[in-house]
């Protein structure tokens, strides 16, 4: 079945860094644009990037650009967020997603949270 875990969220003071990472098993992953979603305190869950299942063409929500990046690793079934400059409203739960479309629908893993903060 399709397993997906993040991990390297955590607290983070403004200004500063952190890649998240999504592990990927149960489905052939190369084969598959990925997301990611994230989800603030009292907010619906929200889409932030997607890349195609080549690594070769991203999107990303336009309000994030230039602090957000996503890529992917086929060899390893993985899929990175890469975020600078955090603030404190990306103070989230951050969620890695098979597919595209509508977020709500997709398989997605038990999320990593990501607290910034001084």
């Known amino acids: 079945q399709v397993q997906l875990v993040e991990s390297g969220g955590g607290l983070v003071q403004p200004g500063g860094s952190l890649t998240l990472s999504c592990t990927a098993s149960?489905?052939?992953?190369?084969?598959?644009?990925m997301s990611w979603a994230r989800q603030a305190p009292g907010k619906s869950l929200e889409w932030v990037s997607t890349?195609?299942?080549?690594?070769?063409?991203?999107t990303i929500l336009p309000s994030l650009k230039g602090r957000f990046t996503i890529s992917r690793d086929n060899a390893r079934n993985m899929v990175y967020l890469h975020i600078n400059n955090l603030e404190p409203e990306d103070t989230a739960v951050y969620y890695c997603?098979?597919?595209?479309?509508?977020?709500?629908?997709?398989?997605r893993g038990q999320g990593t949270q990501v607290t910034v903060s001084s």
């Open positions: 997603l098979k597919g595209a479309g509508k977020m709500s629908q997709l398989p």
């Open positions: 149960g489905f052939t992953f190369s084969d598959f644009v």
């Open positions: 890349i195609t299942d080549d690594g070769l063409r991203t």
